[in-house]
């Protein structure tokens, strides 16, 4: 069976470290970066090294980054023909009525608001399960 990897876009130390030992704890392998431009090099790098999708089964996101935010990756991922349709998941504690519809004009998958990790893992479950159905 494939380990699955996630790629977790956080700024702060803490909940990066957090992120990391739960979804280690579900099988997951983890991939993080600490803003939203480190995260797109990442991608980028993947794609031009081919099928990005084998390398990163899904994408976590905190909205409020330096360099690049949130908001502005995913619209970068959900735009792209190749990485669309890798599982984005924006993940914060901004998410509010008007922050939702932001992000689901942009394309993401789920929206969450921390610290909420255990809908945080029942999500990717979802996601993933139905892209490999």
Known sequence: MQILTIL???????LLQLYRIVLEKEGFKVLTVHNGQEAWDTLLKFKKEG???????CIITDIEMPQMDGHRLTKLV???DVLKNIPLIIFSSLVNEEMRRKGEMLGADAQLTKPEIGSLVEAIDKLIDNGNK
């Open 8 to 14: 977790v876009i956080e700024d702060e130390d803490s």
């Open 51 to 57: 099928n990005p999708a084998e390398k990163v089964q």
């Open 78 to 80: 959900k735009s792209d």
